[in-house]
């Protein structure tokens, strides 16, 4: 069931890979040559993180830090941290990169717990920014792939129940 026939089809590979290559483009402009700290929020974003940073010329530093609010395609209102990154984090330039911003809750907590370690400072890239109508957090993305409506997506990364991260398109339901 991976033929692009049987979903219903978003954004396709090649316009992902368009975006990915301009946004690496804004993010090395944007720190020149200082080293960056990438922390890749998990599982959703790993397959966007992977591509985003071979166009970053910037020096890159790469973690992952696992954090999850949903729950059975809803948010569950939470932050479940299941790992923390492994580099130091403490006066670092950290760029966080995300698959999606929906209710916010996710980006605002691990901004929240990299300001307590002392990251010097923390930017946002997002693949999708979802146009919910009201967020359950204050927060923004510095650098954004696509807006999308408030649907349910899958694919590039993102899961539908664990299955569908491997497509290289996003669809929605």
């Known amino acids: 069931m991976n033929n692009q026939s049987d979903h219903n089809i978003l954004l ?8 990915i290559v301009e946004l690496g483009a804004s993010i090395t402009e944007h720190y020149k040559d200082e080293t960056v700290t ?3 929020l998990t599982n959703g974003a790993l397959v ?8 970053i010329k910037s020096p ?12 059975e395609r809803k948010s569950s209102g939470k ?7 492994k580099l130091d984090v403490s006066g670092q330039q950290i760029l966080i ?7 916010g809750l996710t980006l605002s907590g691990v901004k929240d ?3 307590a370690h002392g990251a010097a400072s923390i930017t946002i890239c997002v ?5 919910v109508a009201q967020r359950k957090a204050e927060i923004s993305a510095n650098w954004t792939g696509f807006e999308i409506p408030d649907e349910f997506v899958y694919g590039y990364g993102l899961d539908r129940d664990e299955f569908d991260r491997n497509l290289p398109f996003i669809a929605h339901i």
């Open 38 to 40: 990438v922390l890749a």
């Open 97 to 103: 990169i995300d698959d999606i911003l929906d209710t």
């Open 113 to 115: 717990w990299l300001q």
């Open 60 to 71: 890159v530093r790469l973690d992952t830090f696992a954090i999850a609010s949903y729950k």
């Open 12 to 19: 396709n590979a090649e316009d992902i890979s368009k975006r």
């Open 48 to 55: 966007f993180a992977a591509d985003l940073i071979r166009q």
């Open 79 to 85: 932050l479940n941290l299941r790992a923390k990154p």
């Open 127 to 131: 693949l999708l920014d979802k146009q």
